[in-house]
């Protein structure tokens, strides 16, 4: 489809594989766009199906009422302008929402390549490289100092609802329920909240009904 056409659409990848998918299909979900899913089957690499759509090269890429926006950051700006509930309403919480969604956005890259997103697949246990084990610190230490300071007693990053920030560490969560990391019970019960979210939920639903041929064996593990 040529890149200009008025199309309200979200282009993703494989809902099994792809992790930045996954987070702007929640995000457009939450606030409740009206767009049609386009779904392109991911080579495991360079897609070439996904280059014809997306000015990137890359998935997800949101066609909204004229926008065109690629990125899923830049995606979930644009969902939390229809609906700024996406981010928490406090000024100074809403720095750290976007401060550690950034972070996530922009790093963690070694547990990306050593933990890649395979819903609904487990993995036999593995050692961790230090460099892997340094990014898993990091992302439980984020997630505890932020549930300590703004969930109260919500279960989520900033309380009972989902945000921007829940979103970007959604496929995090998947990964560490893929791979099965040693966790500290906040975490745990953290991962567990996320993955019981009826959105989470319905991703993985339509994830495991994707057709067998799609699937990449190296991204595989034991389904439970
Ligand atoms: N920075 C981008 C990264 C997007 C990305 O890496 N997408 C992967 C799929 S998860 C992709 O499209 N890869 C090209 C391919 O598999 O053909 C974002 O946040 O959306």
């Given at each position: 489809m040529a890149i200009g056409a008025a199309q309200n659409r979200l282009y993703l990848g494989s809902r099994r594989y792809s992790s930045w998918s996954l987070r702007a299909w929640l995000a457009v979900r939450l606030v409740g766009l009206d767009v049609e899913e386009q779904i392109i089957p991911l080579a495991?690499?360079?897609t070439p199906a996904v280059k014809a759509v997306s000015p990137s090269g890359m998935v997800p890429f949101l066609q909204h009422d004229g926008a065109m926006i690629w990125d899923s950051l830049a995606i979930l700006e644009y969902c939390a302008e229809h609906q700024?509930?996406?981010?928490?309403?406090?000024r100074i919480a809403r720095a750290h929402a976007r401060a550690i969604s950034a972070e996530m956005h922009a790093g963690f890259r070694e547990l990306r390549i050593a933990m890649p997103m395979s819903c609904d697949c487990v993995f036999a246990p593995q050692a961790f490289s230090p460099a892997v084990r340094a990014d898993l610190e990091r992302i439980e230490a984020l997630w505890a100092q932020t549930r300590a300071r703004?969930?109260?007693?919500?279960?989520?990053l900033f309380g009972n609802e989902m945000t921007g920030a829940d979103i970007m560490y959604a496929p995090v969560i998947s990964r560490f329920l893929t791979y099965q990391p040693a966790l500290s019970a906040d975490s745990a019960a953290y991962v567990a909240a996320v993955r019981a979210h009826p959105l989470v939920e319905s991703w993985y639903q339509a994830a495991a009904a994707?057709?067998?041929?799609?699937?990449?064996d190296r991204f595989e593990g034991i389904k439970p």
């Open positions: 495991g690499g360079s700024p509930k996406l981010w928490p309403a406090e703004y969930a109260g007693v919500g279960v989520f994707e057709p067998p041929e799609w699937r990449i």
